[in-house]
């Protein structure tokens, strides 16, 4: 079993930053791609940004030159680097991990970018 748990979400102003964690635990024997989605109210999970392993990093457009994806896999852990936020980035942010075939996600954490 794998287990992803978060962190580093909250609430900032528009124009600021923020960044998010994801440490995967359990019995892994090796993580494929790492990455990160987002659900607000009344929308579907959307696939805000993924990494794979040894592989270069994937972006939605609404996010592309704002946050930066990256990860430890010495630590399995993932980041996401998020600046310029904009009110549009307010949501709950999932973390998911491509284990030996199986997807796995975390609890989510609330990003709210608000004035």
């Known amino acids: 079993q794998v287990r992803l748990v978060e962190s580093g979400g909250g609430l900032v102003q528009p124009g600021g930053s923020l960044r998010l964690s994801c440490a995967a635990s359990g019995t892994i024997f090796g993580i494929n791609n790492m990455g990160w989605y987002r659900q607000a109210p009344g929308k579907q999970r959307e696939l805000v940004a993924r990494?794979?392993?040894?592989?270069?990093?994937i972006y939605a457009d609404s996010v592309k030159g704002r946050f930066t994806v990256s990860r430890d896999n010495a630590k399995n852990t993932v980041y996401l680097q998020m600046k310029s936020l904009k009110p549009e980035d307010t949501a709950v942010y999932y973390c998911?991990?491509?284990?030996?075939?199986?997807?796995?996600w975390g609890q989510g954490t609330q990003v709210t970018v608000s004035s």
């Open positions: 990494i794979p392993r040894g592989g270069s990093p």
């Open positions: 998911n991990a491509d284990v030996t075939g199986s997807s796995y």
